[in-house]
Structures are given as C-alpha cells and as structure tokens.
C-alpha cells in the first residue's frame, strides 16, 4: 500500500528557562552569601546522570544479545526456510523490539544515536512504505511487483550498501532499513480487515523465501534476493547498535561527553529526551495521528500488530529513568538501586511534583496496557463521538494521561531552570 503523509505537529510547549536568568540582583553584586541557591541539588543530578548513562548502556547490551538471538534465527531460517523457523523469527524480533523501545528516550536532543551522524534513521524510521522494499497487494487478489528485491536492474546487489543508500530515498517514507524493514519482511502487510482482526498482522508465507515458490507474477529467483535482503537488515541493525553500546560504555566518548558538561545543560537534554518522546512522539505521533485518522497503517508496527507494545514500552523506558532502575531480559544486565529522576526532583523547591509525576507515569504505564487497546488498528475504529467503543475509550485515556504528564513535567522543567521541551524539534 502506497502511503504518503504529512505528518501533524502539536503546537510547542517549551520551558526555556535559565540558570543565569533565576539569580536575583542584590545589592551585594559578587557576594557569595547573596547568591541564589541552585534549584536542585547538584550532588543528586551528578548521580542521576551517572545512573540514566549506566541504564542506557545496560539496555544497548541487552538489546544486542537479543538482535544476535534473531541473528542467529534469521540465519537458520534463510538457509532452509519453513512456516516454524519464521514463526521463531517473529517471536525473536518482538523479544528484541520490547527491550529496544526502552531506549527511545535517548532521542531528541542530538544524542549519538540522532545527532547529525546518527543511525537513528536507519533504524527506527517509519512510516514506512512497504512497496518501497518489495511486492505489496493489489486490492484484487494478486501482488503488484515493486521494490528493491523486485528491481535486480535498478538494483543488481543487495548488500548493507544498497540499502544505507536508498533509506528514505527518493521519498521520506522509502524505508529500506532497520526495525519496519524487518518487520514487514518477517509479517507482510497486514491487510486484513480490521473488524475481522485476529490481532496476528501480516500473513507472509515462509514459501516467499523458498526457491520458485513466491507468488505468481514475481520475477524468477527473487526468493534468494529477498533472503539477502532480510540477513542485510539485521546485520546493519546490530552493527548500529554495537556502536551506540560502545558510545555509552563506561568509558564511552559520549558518555564521557555527557557526563562532562555542566550540570543543568546535561539535565535539560535528558529531560528533553523523556519529554519529547512521551509527548511529542508517543502523544503527538504515534497516537493522535492514528487515533484521528483511524487509519491502519498509521500505527506504529502496522505489519505485526503490535504497536501497544511499543507505546507501552516507551513508557516503560521513561519509568526506568524516573526510578533509577532497570530490569533486563535475562537478568544479566539489571541495574538497581541507582538514582533516578524522581531522586532529583525531590530536592527541587517544591517535592510534592515529584509525587504527582510518578503518580501519573504509573497511571499512563497502566492505561498503555489494557487489553482493549490490542490489536491498535482495531482499538482506533469506532465513532469518534459517543457512543464510542471500549478500544477508542481506551486510547483516549492515554492521550489524556500524557497531557497531564505533560503539564507537571513542563513545571518540572521551569523548577530544575534547565533549557529543555517535551516536543518534536524541526
């Protein structure tokens, strides 16, 4: 299905606010005993910072173990494809989608994942335009032939290259990489009828990647471009998020960078990145757009259905920061009893916002996870005026939830004096 879109923009809410503007002129100019008392405790954020970068580089770990996991199974399946194999590669690929939406709070604010250099693009774009990559149904019956697999004379090789070079190229949504790439070269379109939805995603068959069995109207000896195709795509996936766990090691260069700048400009980034994606991005993007639009593939992962999933764990990063803590996978890579957030926020001039703010993630957390809200292009149909439906009710909560967020956390913010926003930056 052929998609093109503008995306909608909330209006900005932005708290600039800074350190040097909060002092007040007294008569003693240079006295020290005059001077206006730091909003919140510097000793506190030192230790926040230190413990959001331990966090960060915990989650980049624990999402290579399980990309190499779904390495591993690609790997097997492509060498002799079958309906089981496939399934496990779904199953893989959902694992390693859960812990990555953990880390999109590390967005937003020219971080080593979105800075001008950054994979971001090659990892997590999206919408995506599945035609863009291969074959897509033409609304009758039978497929209509399109995409790289499908273009061995546009495209004689596919190789990590070929797909770095037409990412988003020609158009913004010609995705040819990263997570939505997999995903729809695992499920296919989902193209059932969303009052018909068994909340499964796409139907792709195992027979796409076997030799002389794709459908009918393909060009001949495709199956084996589109098995480069899906080994590509993980093998660029896991090499960005190798270097993004190097940049957050230890003794990682933007963790150091991090970690050196001054307090309140270090503070004011990460706080951008919670907010803009709790509310520029999850809000704004990801759940408005399609709420509005009822549109099936305006959620977020159309082909598997499971973008509650994601909404649900995006929140769930921002918890883990707010907390100070963060429980892996397997356990392997936890990080406890760390200082979080809403440490910080408790030395800020008035402590009761730090309640209030853990009072409402816990609520939107709670409110991403009910069942109505699966599969999402179900949930979103519905009357958009009462009598409405259990999944737009659902939704609707959310939404609202994380416009409250929003306000507190924006009062947050204009406490700590530091120059950060909850929205998308153009």
């Known amino acids: 299905m052929f998609k093109t879109r503008t995306r909608a923009r909330l209006l900005p809410i932005v708290c600039v606010l800074s350190l040097a503007l909060l002092a007040t002129a007294c008569g003693g100019g240079d006295d020290d005993n005059n ?45 002799a494809p079958d309906a089981m194999k496939l399934q496990e590669c779904k199953d893989k690929w959902i694992a390693a989608r859960l812990i990555y939406q953990q880390n999109e709070i590390t967005r937003f604010y020219d971080g080593p994942i979105d800075d001008a250099d950054g994979p971001e693009g090659l990892m997590n774009a999206w919408p995506m335009d599945e035609s863009h990559v291969d074959y897509v149904s033409d609304g ?57 939805d068994n909340g499964a995603g796409g139907m792709r068959s195992h027979l796409d990647y076997v030799d002389g069995m794709a459908p009918a109207g393909l060009p001949a000896g495709n199956e084996a471009r589109r098995r480069d195709y899906l080994v590509c795509c993980i093998d660029l996936l896991i090499t960005n998020i190798t270097d993004l766990k190097n940049e957050w090691a230890p003794n990682g260069a933007y963790r150091q960078q991090l970690l050196g700048l001054p307090v309140a400009e270090a503070l004011g980034k990460v706080m951008t990145g919670i907010g803009s994606l709790l509310v520029g991005e999850l809000r704004g993007e990801r759940i408005v757009v399609g709420f509005d ?20 764990q995006d929140i769930v990063g921002a918890i883990n920061v707010w907390t100070g803590s963060y429980t892996s996978s397997d356990g392997n890579n936890d990080v406890n009893g760390g200082t979080g957030l809403m440490d910080l926020a408790m030395t800020a001039p008035d402590p009761s916002m730090a309640t209030t703010i853990n009072t409402q993630l816990t609520d939107c957390l709670a409110l ?59």
């Not at 209509?144 to 037409?166: E, R, S, W, Y």
């Not at 997999?182 to 989902?190: A, S, V």
């Not at 639009?293 to 649900?312: G, V």
């Open 35 to 79: 001077a206006t008392p730091e909003p919140f405790d510097q000793a506190t954020a030192q230790a926040f910072l230190a413990t959001y970068s331990d966090i960060i580089h915990a989650n980049y770990c624990d999402i290579l173990v399980l990309c190499q996991d779904l390495e591993a199974s690609i790997d097997s399946f492509v060498g």
């Open 140 to 196: 009758m019956g039978g497929v209509l032939v399109t995409g790289i697999i499908n273009n061995a004379g546009m495209f004689p090789t596919i190789n990590k290259q070929t797909l770095i070079d037409n990412n988003e190229t020609p158009n913004e949504d010609s995705i040819s990489t990263g997570w939505h790439a997999i995903e729809f070269l695992l499920w296919g379109q989902d193209d059932v009828d969303p009052n018909n």
């Open 293 to 312: 639009s009822k549109l099936q593939e305006d959620e977020h992962s159309c082909f598997s259905d499971t973008s509650h999933n994601d909404h649900r």
């Open 368 to 426: 991403s996870s009910v069942a109505a809200i699966s599969p999402w292009d179900v949930a979103v149909l519905g009357p958009t005026l009462p009598p409405t439906t259990p999944g737009r009710e659902a939704i609707q909560a959310l939404i609202d939830c994380l416009a409250q967020f929003n306000l507190s956390y924006s009062d947050l913010i204009e406490a700590f004096g530091v120059t950060a926003t909850t929205q998308l930056q153009d």
